[in-house]
């Protein structure tokens, strides 16, 4: 079992940055694949982006890259995605996710808001 809670949402207004972190717990959180996902009201869950367990390679959606970056400490059993010139459209909670073959946990998401 792999326990991830989010931190770091709120309100922010366009333009601005949040970083959101990912604390992990439980079983070698650095043996999964990380990613984050998010829901905004009324729309389904969608993909953001992940990182492999080692960091050597990222991948994103195409609504956020150049904005975003995944990252993450194994170390300190850690996840992050830093969020830069936000839009009202990324306004959603964002979760995190791990998976490996047959495993999937998530946590149970931060809320972003950003305003116009």
């Known amino acids: 079992q792999v326990q991830l809670v989010e931190s770091g949402g709120g309100l922010v207004q366009a333009g601005g940055s949040l970083r959101l972190s990912c604390a992990a717990s439980?079983?070698?959180?650095?043996?999964?694949?990380m990613g984050w996902f998010r829901q905004a009201p009324g729309k389904e869950r969608e993909f953001v982006a992940a990182?492999?367990?080692?960091?050597?390679?990222?991948l994103y959606s195409d609504s956020v890259k150049g904005r975003f970056t995944i990252s993450r400490d194994n170390a300190k059993n850690m996840g992050y995605l830093q969020m830069n010139s936000l839009k009202p459209e990324d306004t959603a909670v964002y979760y995190c996710?791990?998976?490996?073959?047959?495993?999937?946990?998530w946590g149970k998401g931060t809320l972003v808001t950003v305003s116009s």
């Open positions: 990182i492999r367990w080692n960091g050597g390679s990222t």
């Open positions: 439980g079983r070698t959180f650095s043996s999964y694949v």
């Open positions: 996710n791990a998976a490996s073959p047959g495993t999937d946990y």
